[in-house]
């Protein structure tokens, strides 16, 4: 079975530090998708990232990177130079591979409130 | 570029009422999920569609049905609703090509059932 775990219920930084996520995932897949989605106070779900299992290459997009450790099952997600409008909620999130149906959904962890304070 | 449509945006029913929402895809997708957001918790997967067939089944009540349409819109019906579906309820859309899975987020619904 899928399972997403975000161990950090709620994360609260001064401005400008640096701030990581943790996600921890376990599925007996050999071939799966990781997912990020940041979810601001306005309530939609901001999509950030996508990593297929077969990519263990960490990716760099600004002030976001994420490090992807298969050996440890870990996707983890850090912010640098944290701002005010990082504030939101993140979500790890997990999908296996696309099967005859095309259609697979997402497990979503329970999420991590970021809270940055200026 | 389009976006997923979903409507109505805010919905506040009695208890015992009946529901629909509706999903628009972003053109040329073939597959809608549909998902449920509680308060302070996470998105919980209800249920989807491919190629207006049903494809996966999650937590979805069965006081809750969904079809997707010929033009692939999908409607999530909730009857008998009761206090605990008051939520966030998603609709995101996917093109079912081999190896990409990125589901594009609608804005939500959200139901209040008073």
């Not at chain 1, 600004?62 to 990082?86: L, P």
């Not at chain 2, 509706?22 to 998105?43: A, E, F, N, S």
Request: glycine residues 6%.
């Amino acid at each position: 079975a899928q399972k997403v775990t975000q161990a950090q219920t709620e994360i609260s930084v001064v401005e400008k530090e640096d701030v990581t996520l943790d996600c921890v995932y376990e599925t007996r897949d050999t071939t799966y998708y990781l997912f990020w989605y940041k979810q601001p106070p306005s309530g939609e779900l901001v999509f950030l990232i996508r990593r297929n299992s077969f990519d263990e290459q960490n990716e760099i997009s600004g002030r976001y990177s994420w490090n992807f450790q298969k050996s440890t099952s870990s996707f983890n997600f850090t912010i640098t130079a944290s701002q005010v409008v990082d504030s939101a909620v993140y979500f790890c999130a997990l999908s296996d591979a696309l099967d005859q149906t095309g259609a697979n959904n997402l497990f979503f962890g329970t999420g991590t409130r970021l809270t940055v304070i200026p | 570029a389009a976006g997923v449509i979903q409507s109505p945006r805010h919905l506040i029913k009695e208890k015992r009422e009946t529901a629909t929402l509706k999903c628009y895809p972003i053109p040329r997708h073939d597959t809608v999920y549909w998902y449920q957001q509680g308060p302070g918790q996470d998105p919980q997967f209800l249920i989807s569609f491919y190629e207006k067939m049903q494809s996966d089944k999650g937590s979805i009540p069965d006081r809750f049905s969904a079809q997707q349409f010929s033009d692939y819109h999908s409607e999530l019906n909730m009857s008998s609703l009761e206090l605990g579906d008051s939520a966030l309820y998603f609709c995101a859309s996917s093109s079912g090509l081999v190896g990409y899975n990125e589901q594009f987020f609608g804005p939500g619904t959200r139901l209040t059932v008073l």
